[in-house]
C-alpha cells in the first residue's frame, strides 16, 4: 500500500519560471492537504481539497499561487511566476476524511535561483 | 528533560532518559490532536494521536497527555534511543477543518 507520493523530490527555477508540484494521496483518500516549511520553521497550511473542490483555501497567498484535485489524477500545486521568497519545501496530506488523521507525502523541495 | 515548544525549541536528553516535549495550543475548540516526528530531509511522520474527550493515550514507548484546562499536550518518550533525534510538532484540529501546527521542538539524543 503505496503512501503519500510527491514528484518532483527536487525542483530548481528561475525567478518568473512557473513551478507545478503534484501529489497523488494514499490509496482511497480524498482529502488533500498542501503545507510549507521553512528551513527551521513549522508547518504552514496552505489549502485544503476534496476531488474537484476547494474546502479551505485560507492559507494560500491571493496571486501567482493556485492549486487543483481533479477527479483523475493527482493534486497540483501550481506557482506562477516564482520569486526567491519561494523557495521552501512544500509538503503534501491525504486523509480519509476531513479531521482524521494526516499523511504526509515526503514533500518537494523548490529553489528559486 | 522538558520543554515547551514555544518557548525552549530545543531538547537534548541522554540515551535510555525520558524525554518530555510539551505544547500549548491555542483554541479550546480543537477536539483531535496529532503528534508528529520529522526527520531531516523527510517529511512528518505520525506518532500517536488523541481526541478531546480523552487526557491520556499510550503507544509504543510513547504517552501522550492532554489537559484542556490548561490547553496543554506533552509527549513523553520512555528509554530515549539516537533513532529518536527529530524535530517533533503538535498539531491541533477543529471541527473537521484544517490542522494548525506548532513550531516544534528540536529533540537531540545524546549517546
Known amino acids: 500500500n503505496a503512501g503519500v507520493m510527491q514528484n518532483p523530490r527536487h525542483l530548481v527555477r528561475r525567478r518568473g519560471q512557473e513551478a507545478r508540484l503534484r501529489c497523488s494521496p494514499m490509496k482511497g483518500h480524498s482529502h488533500v492537504y498542501w503545507y510549507r516549511q521553512l528551513p527551521e520553521e513549522g508547518l504552514k497550511f496552505m489549502v485544503y481539497?476534496?476531488?474537484?473542490?476547494?474546502?479551505?483555501e485560507s492559507g494560500m497567498p491571493k496571486e501567482r499561487f493556485s492549486a487543483e484535485f481533479p477527479k483523475e489524477g493527482p493534486s497540483i500545486l501550481r506557482i506562477q511566476q516564482v520569486v526567491r521568497g519561494d523557495s521552501a519545501a512544500y509538503f503534501c496530506a491525504s486523509s480519509l476524511a476531513g479531521g482524521n488523521e494526516q499523511y504526509f507525502g515526503p514533500g518537494t523541495r523548490l529553489t528559486v535561483t | 528533560g522538558e520543554s515547551v515548544g514555544l518557548h525552549l525549541p530545543t531538547l537534548s536528553v541522554q540515551e535510555g532518559d525520558n524525554s518530555i516535549i510539551n505544547c500549548a495550543y491555542s483554541?479550546?475548540?480543537?477536539?483531535?490532536f496529532i503528534w508528529y516526528k520529522q526527520e531531516s530531509g523527510k517529511g512528518p511522520q505520525f506518532i500517536i494521536d488523541i481526541r478531546s474527550n480523552m487526557d491520556k493515550r499510550q503507544g509504543q514507548r510513547v504517552t501522550v497527555l492532554l489537559n484542556k484546562t490548561v490547553k496543554h499536550l506533552s509527549l513523553q518518550i520512555a528509554a530515549t534511543q539516537p533513532g529518536d533525534s527529530a524535530v517533533y510538532f503538535c498539531a491541533e484540529n477543529r471541527a473537521g477543518n484544517q490542522f494548525y501546527f506548532g513550531t516544534g521542538t528540536s529533540l537531540t539524543v545524546i549517546p
Open positions: 481539497l476534496q476531488k474537484e473542490n476547494i474546502i479551505d
Open positions: 483554541n479550546s475548540a480543537s477536539d483531535y
